[in-house]
Protein backbone atom coordinates (compact mmCIF):
# COMPACT_ATOMS: atom_id res chain seq x y z
CA UNK A 1 0.00 0.00 0.00
CA UNK A 2 1.34 3.40 -1.42
CA UNK A 3 2.01 6.18 1.81
CA UNK A 4 -0.81 8.33 0.03
CA UNK A 5 -3.13 5.69 0.78
CA UNK A 6 -2.21 4.80 4.00
CA UNK A 7 -2.84 8.25 4.92
CA UNK A 8 -6.27 7.94 3.51
CA UNK A 9 -7.82 4.80 4.32
CA UNK A 10 -9.87 4.66 7.04
CA UNK A 11 -8.75 1.21 8.90
CA UNK A 12 -5.26 1.56 9.11
CA UNK A 13 -4.10 2.57 12.06
CA UNK A 14 -1.45 4.89 10.71
CA UNK A 15 -3.85 7.11 8.91
CA UNK A 16 -2.76 10.98 8.34
CA UNK A 17 -5.11 12.33 12.28
CA UNK A 18 -3.72 9.71 13.95
CA UNK A 19 0.04 10.41 12.44
CA UNK A 20 -0.56 14.33 13.29
CA UNK A 21 -1.83 13.21 16.65
CA UNK A 22 1.70 11.13 17.06
CA UNK A 23 3.53 13.88 16.44
CA UNK A 24 1.82 16.26 18.63
CA UNK A 25 2.82 13.77 21.19
CA UNK A 26 6.55 13.86 20.50
CA UNK A 27 6.48 17.30 20.32
CA UNK A 28 5.70 17.92 23.90
CA UNK A 29 9.26 16.69 25.45
CA UNK A 30 11.05 19.28 23.33
CA UNK A 31 8.89 21.60 24.55
CA UNK A 32 9.32 21.21 28.02
CA UNK A 33 13.19 20.94 27.42
CA UNK A 34 12.65 24.84 25.45
CA UNK A 35 11.23 25.97 28.48
CA UNK A 36 12.93 24.67 31.10
CA UNK A 37 16.34 25.64 28.68
CA UNK A 38 14.83 29.68 28.98
CA UNK A 39 16.62 31.97 30.39
CA UNK A 40 16.00 35.92 31.70
CA UNK A 41 17.19 37.39 28.33
CA UNK A 42 15.53 40.80 27.71
CA UNK A 43 13.67 41.02 24.23
CA UNK A 44 15.67 42.47 21.54
CA UNK A 45 18.18 43.48 24.15
CA UNK A 46 20.87 46.14 22.48
CA UNK A 47 20.15 43.82 19.02
CA UNK A 48 17.88 44.77 16.48
CA UNK A 49 18.62 41.67 15.04
CA UNK A 50 15.70 38.66 16.13
CA UNK A 51 17.92 37.24 19.23
CA UNK A 52 17.76 33.39 19.82
CA UNK A 53 15.64 32.84 23.04
CA UNK A 54 14.23 28.90 23.68
CA UNK A 55 11.11 30.56 24.85
CA UNK A 56 10.57 31.96 21.46
CA UNK A 57 11.58 28.62 20.14
CA UNK A 58 9.00 27.27 22.53
CA UNK A 59 6.27 29.21 21.18
CA UNK A 60 6.92 27.97 17.44
CA UNK A 61 6.71 24.48 18.48
CA UNK A 62 3.24 25.50 20.41
CA UNK A 63 1.99 26.90 16.84
CA UNK A 64 3.22 23.79 15.57
CA UNK A 65 0.78 21.75 17.61
CA UNK A 66 -2.17 23.92 17.54
CA UNK A 67 -1.94 23.88 13.73
CA UNK A 68 -1.70 20.21 13.82
CA UNK A 69 -4.00 20.02 15.82
CA UNK A 70 -6.22 21.81 13.58
CA UNK A 71 -5.34 19.60 10.80
CA UNK A 72 -6.04 16.87 12.67
CA UNK A 73 -9.94 17.66 13.57
CA UNK A 74 -10.65 18.50 10.10
CA UNK A 75 -8.84 15.28 8.46
CA UNK A 76 -10.53 13.17 11.17
CA UNK A 77 -13.77 14.61 10.39
CA UNK A 78 -13.71 14.53 6.66
Known amino acids: MSLLKQFKSQTNI?????????????????L???????????????????????????ALVVVIAGVTDLLDGYYARK
Open 32 to 58: ALLLEWDTDQLPFAQDTMFRFSPGRLA
Open 14 to 30: LNLPNCLTILRILLIPF
